[in-house]
């Protein structure tokens, strides 16, 4: 079992243009889940997503950030007209079903982000 | 919505020694607390969870005990070693809605020779 993967593992991108992060669930699980760590903090929940359809987006800024996870391929969190600020971690995690004891988040090794 | 809080930031132990981690919840409906490892440049790997139906659970050298009338949950690591040291996360979440995490601000613990 591969595991949660993400890709790339690091992105320089400079101010204005578009990030893209790709995460592809650990084999059998349709629940995937994006988190924001900023450098020395915890992680922050952005958007809770399953199979074409977006469950949960409470933590995604207003603007510039969207997520999707088509019926093919990886989910996509895609950042336009990236900010300094924008810089972190992106976290993927993915479950079977709902995060609880018998469904836990598997993480993958994120995406540093890095706006020049 | 919900909000955790972790103390201490920091902790450092000799080899051997016990070390303790505690969290504070606010949303009396989270019934479900996981505690995350992380170590430098990784990704945070679950270490123990524990449900609101249960006041502890142990496994090996890591236990967690939950008092829901007081709101908080702790991570108790006995016999410390060197490969314990790591940025430890405690989380919550009510998983009867939605299935997002609150996670605590981390602590980074060091274990010394």
């Known amino acids: 079992n591969a595991g949660v993967m993400q890709n790339p593992r690091h992105l320089v991108r400079r101010r204005g243009q578009e990030a893209r992060l790709r995460c592809s669930p650990m084999k059998g699980h349709s629940h995937v889940y994006w988190y924001r760590q900023l450098p020395e903090e915890g992680l922050k929940f952005m958007v809770y997503?399953?199979?074409?359809?977006?469950?949960?987006e409470s933590g995604m800024p207003k603007e510039r950030f969207s997520a999707e996870f088509p019926k093919e391929g990886p989910s996509i969190l895609r950042i336009q007209q990236v900010v300094r600020g924008d810089s972190a971690a992106y976290f993927c995690?993915?479950?079977?079903?709902?995060?609880?004891?018998?469904?836990?988040?598997?993480f993958g090794n994120g995406t540093r982000l890095t706006v020049t | 919505g919900e909000n955790v809080e972790q103390h201490p930031s920091t902790l450092s132990v000799q080899e051997g020694d016990s070390a303790v981690i505690k969290c504070t919840y606010s949303d009396s409906a989270s019934n479900y607390f996981p505690w995350y490892k992380q170590e430098l440049g990784k990704r945070p790997q679950l270490i123990i969870d524990?449900?609101?139906?249960?006041g502890e659970k142990k496994d090996q050298r890591i236990a967690v005990t939950l008092n829901k009338t007081a709101k908080h949950f702790s991570l108790h690591i006995t016999e410390t070693q060197p490969e314990d040291s790591a940025v430890y996360f405690c989380?919550?979440?009510?998983?009867?809605?939605?299935?997002?995490?609150?996670f605590g601000t981390g602590t980074r613990l060091q274990v010394t020779l």
């Open positions: 995690a993915s479950s079977a079903g709902t995060g609880g004891k018998n469904s836990p988040l598997h």
């Open positions: 997503l399953q199979k074409e359809n977006i469950i949960d």
């Open positions: 989380a919550a979440s009510n998983t009867g809605t939605a299935s997002k995490l609150t």
């Open positions: 524990i449900r609101s139906n249960v």
